[in-house]
């Protein structure tokens, strides 16, 4: 099993309960821009929050993940075909999908070899679609605290690749022409305490607290407590989405 398997395997009913949806803009422009709306897959998919969006303009929605631990704490994947699988190697036949979507995923194996196995899948004309986001944003106080403890407190802690998160999957090599999509943003209305779930779905923080054998959230609860005001107040949270999206032939 890979590092990132087992980091959100570890713990993923948080990521379940704590991660951030998708817009609904974003799906309809992935079936709008695919040249049939007959399979669609999800690779590295979690706890499907890609794949079940996906239902609404796909025939068939099909999601795969490196870790059973992800796919047993997802709900609501009725409908869909859920498989575990390498992202490298996939048990599908060559030609068989409109659409491969990666969400927050692709840079654990952006690798010459993954990209061989999109374009083998997708037919003549698919679309392959990767996205990301990075740093959440609320207020100006509570970024402050935010970035300290992802640059300062969590650095040299995140595993290989997150860079390429921070740099907007800019550094990746892809071996097609990149599609430009619409600017997209992920928002929500979230509780104190929903944060704080979020925040501990980091891979980062996971590293940092095996390391020191305590909870750097909890460290840092104080602090965002007080920037955030009442708790019992909703806040608007906002990321900004990143793409990598091109037709591979």
């Known amino acids: 099993m890979s590092e990132a398997s087992q980091l959100f395997g570890a713990r993923s009913t948080a ?6 949806e998708y817009p609904d803009a974003l799906f309809q422009w992935l079936a709008n821009h695919s040249p049939e709306r007959q399979r669609a897959l999800d690779i590295a998919c979690g706890n499907g929050q890609a794949s079940r969006p996906l239902r609404q303009y796909f025939t068939q929605v099909l999601a795969c ?8 704490a997802a709900e609501d994947l009725s409908g869909i075909a859920c498989f575990t699988a390498n992202a490298e190697a996939q048990p599908l036949a060559s030609a068989s999908l409109d659409l491969i979507v990666v969400a927050q995923a692709l840079h654990w194996f952006a690798t010459p070899v993954f990209f061989a196995e999109v374009a083998r899948l997708l037919k003549p004309g698919g679309l392959f679609c990767a996205w990301c986001y990075s740093l959440l944003r609320i207020d100006e106080p509570l970024d402050a605290l935010i970035d300290v403890f992802y640059w300062g407190t969590l650095g040299g802690y995140w595993p290989t690749g997150r860079s390429s998160v921070d740099a907007g999957y800019s550094d990746i090599y892809a071996p097609f022409p990149r599609i430009k999509l619409p600017d997209l943003a992920i928002e929500a209305r979230w509780s104190f305490n929903h944060l704080l779930g ?7 923080v996971q590293c940092w607290e095996r390391q020191h054998d305590r909870d750097p959230v909890t460290e840092l609860e104080p602090d965002l407590r007080e920037a955030w005001g009442d708790i019992n107040q909703l806040r608007v ?4 989405l990143h793409f990598l999206a091109g037709i591979p032939h």
């Open 237 to 240: 949270v906002r990321w900004p």
């Open 198 to 204: 979020y925040l501990r779905t980091w891979s980062a």
């Open 15 to 20: 990521y379940a309960n704590f991660r951030p």
């Open 65 to 72: 993940d490196a870790s059973l631990e992800q796919l047993r």
